[in-house]
Nanobody, 121 residues
Framework: QLQASGGGLVQVGGSMRLSCAAN????????VGWFRQAPEKEREFVAG???????TGYAGSVKGRFTISRDNAKNTYLQMNSLKPEDTAVYYC?????????????????WGQGTLVTVSS
């Protein structure tokens, strides 16, 4: 029900924008989050946004470099600037009903298929 896109190869210091589209339903009233998983690492929270876009949250490692936004109940974006090699991972968008912005992936019920972001040095 969620489809992430926009990944690819980018150089250190570059920018990339990921998109997350909801198919088949809208996610009004839901929290949408971006997670990432690097090889041999746990999946980690990157950013989250409330259904109305009024509240956002970020992992400390990306704060000030990444921006999450929504333009309606179907599309969510992750603008990534000043990319570093350690940002290399498969990025997933996920959604959960309700108003609590959990950072644990276990709290998100709806998931996209993931898109690979590779930052080369």
């Amino acid at each position: 029900q969620l489809q992430a896109s926009g990944g690819g190869l980018v150089q250190v210091g570059g920018s990339m924008r990921l998109s997350c589209a909801a198919n088949g339903r809208t996610f009004s009233g839901a929290i949408v989050g971006w997670f990432r998983q690097a090889p041999e690492k746990e999946r980690e929270f990157v950013a989250g946004i409330t259904w109305n876009g009024r509240r956002t949250g970020y992992a400390g490692s990306v704060k000030g470099r990444f921006t999450i936004s929504r333009d309606n109940a179907k599309n969510t974006y992750l603008q990534m600037n000043s990319l570093k090699p350690e940002d290399t991972a498969v990025y997933y968008c996920a959604a959960r009903d309700g108003s609590v912005m959990h950072t644990s992936s276990d709290e998100y019920f709806y998931w996209g298929q993931g898109t690979l972001v590779t930052v080369s040095s």
